[in-house]
């Protein structure tokens, strides 16, 4: 259900995109017409096909990146994609992705960080009958696993494989294994922190959508934007609380 | 005029010698040695172990045949293509890419400068298989393009920002550097503003390092992983493909941008051509 309502979501943000854009269009071309004389109408219909010519040089950087992305051709922005939206919903910034787009030695504001955190916060949903640990088993194997929702030249096809968690790409988690090292190391997840009610929350949280407790993290938002569902998130909790996982014994 | 003669041989014989005398191994050792073994750079003895044997050689030797053989519907050699520093001129004219040419009035890197020449020049069309095969090592622009890079080899990076429109897609490439987005909320800026930072075992390089940057961006280099050259735009979807973003058209504005900002950002460092990748 709540997947659901998310896709539903996406599917309207994308929509409202592309109103948004064939909009634009028609301004644009409204702007051209009624600069020309009245009598043009009658007339075959203008030279509305040829592409206008575009000065990059007179835009700003930000408006020509812009402009690349959106207007130049140079993606597919109608490629499909595995959550039922397109390539540009992908391309798309959602208020934490551009609050979070800090270039070289740019800092969060105060603002834009309880905004970020805001927003995280409200976004998250618990499990019905409250967060639970699943299998470590399978907690392991979406952890290894990078699979999923990739695009571009070669996507992953959901069907015969479910979406990973990507945990390993960049964190540490059972030694038998290398992880990454972009994020911390959670070797001894459990072991360090024990399992508390609240130690639960805090780590579903995170792994829901870190930017409530991180706010502007590179951890990916893995609940709230729909990339593992809850038994998969129950089943990675397993695999960093279970006394039996490897993560807690080497 | 004989003396004048005499003395360009001399400059452009010993600028040989200094430049031929570094093989692409010799670059990165010396670069291991100024960063003080950057993690980046020294993660794999065995990838450097097998940078004289570099298949890519074999590559570059193809190309240089198909670089001199009259070829296309026109029947000429690409002897003519003005890389920038005109006509037929190899040595250091990748290091200086991507570049404006006034002759397609556009910014290009390595890639669409072929297409462009294999086109107006030879005559051959986006479909023929010359221009239309992008990648592998067996298609005629991974030759070339592996031919020609090699003519830089050990050159500093040294793309111009002159003209508006080189300043206005590097820049816009920085901002798209920068730019987060998709179903991960990935951008260029979550795995390359580290140093030593990994993925699994797989050490990153730093945008903000020339020194180890330049490895990252020394293509066309033979993948061991893959068994192919691949160029600086496989490189490209490849990292867009992990970053969950669509296919990207290769040749395309954005992908220039994005290339002139990270030409940029090794400004100054050694090219290693061809290099030898995992």
Known sequence: MLKKTSIAAAVAAASALILIAGGCAATSTGKAETAKPAQDTAKPAPDTAKPKAVDYTAMTPTALAEYLIFESGSYDLNQPTQEGTNGRARLTQDEIQKACTLKKSEELSDKAREKVMALAAASIRYPEGGIKLGDWKKGRQLAWSGFGFRTAHNPDKHGPGEAGGNCYNCHQLATDRTGGTIGPSLTDYGKIRGSSPEMLKYTYDIIYNANATFPCTNMPRNGANGILNDAQIADIMAYLFDPESPVNKH | MFKKTLLTLAITGSAVLVMGAKAPEDILDALARKTNNAPYLVQSPQNRMMMPDNPAYDVAEEG????????????????????????????????????????????????SRLAYCMKTLQGFTDNDPAVKVKHGSGS?????????????????????????????????????????????????????????????????????????????????????????????????????????????????????ALISFWTDAARGAPAILPDLKR
């Open chain 2, 140 to 256: 005629d622009v991974m030759k070339l393009q592996t031919y020609i890079a090699a003519k830089s080899n050990g050159m500093p990076w040294n793309p111009p920002l002159n003209h508006p429109l080189e300043k206005a897609m590097r820049d816009a490439g920085e901002v798209m550097f920068y730019r987060r987005s998709g179903i991960m909320d990935f951008g260029c800026v979550t795995c390359h503003t580290k140093e030593g930072a990994r993925i699994r075992a797989s050490v990153l390089p730093n945008v903000y390092k020339p020194d180890e940057w330049t490895k990252a961006i020394s293509w066309p280099a033979y993948r061991i992983s893959q068994e192919n050259v691949r160029s600086s735009q496989h490189r490209l979807i490849e990292c867009l493909w992990q970053m969950r973003y669509p296919n990207m058209k290769n040749g395309s504005d954005a992908s220039i």
């Open chain 2, 64 to 111: 240089a045949i198909l670089f001199k053989t009259p070829r296309g519907p026109k029947n000429v050699s690409m002897e003519k293509c003005d890389f920038g520093k005109g006509p037929g001129v190899l040595e250091g004219a990748y290091v200086e890419l991507p570049r404006y040419f006034a002759d397609a009035g556009k910014v290009m890197d390595l890639d």
